[in-house]
């Protein structure tokens, strides 16, 4: 595999697992999941692949376009302001609902 990015943080000696992850059907357990990333660590290959498959589940149910009533002129720039915008964690009213 060649060197670790990070050499000052010991990495683990563990594979992370399906029952580490998710716990009784409820959501990932993000915190153990990031935690254990961010030190290079890695899942097993069960594991990636639920992540893999309950994602692109999620995705295949969401719609890819965006619906706008006529005119566009202005709410189309705003449409493409808000996509940019769309890491902040705070509502910014933009269009008229």
């Given at each position: 595999?060649?060197?670790?990015?990070?050499?000052?943080?010991?990495?683990?000696?563990?594979?992370?697992?399906?029952?580490?992850?998710?716990?009784?059907?409820?959501?990932?357990?993000l915190?153990?999941?990031?935690?254990?990333?961010f030190?290079?660590?890695?899942?097993?290959?069960?594991?990636?692949?639920?992540?893999?498959?309950?994602?692109?589940?999620?995705?295949?149910?969401?719609?890819?376009?965006?619906?706008?009533?006529?005119?566009?002129?202005?709410?189309?720039?705003?449409?493409?302001?808000?996509?940019?915008?769309g890491?902040?964690?705070?509502?910014?009213?933009?269009?008229?609902?």
């Amino acid at each position: 595999m060649g060197t670790r990015t990070m050499t000052t943080i010991p990495p683990p000696t563990q594979l992370l697992t399906i029952d580490e992850i998710f716990v009784d059907d409820e959501p990932p357990k993000l915190d153990v999941l990031k935690s254990h990333l961010f030190a290079e660590g890695r899942l097993t290959e069960k594991a990636a692949l639920k992540i893999i498959n309950d994602t692109a589940t999620i995705f295949k149910g969401e719609k890819n376009l965006i619906e706008l009533e006529a005119p566009i002129t202005g709410k189309l720039f705003e449409c493409f302001r808000i996509s940019l915008l769309g890491q902040h964690k705070t509502f910014i009213p933009v269009l008229p609902v």
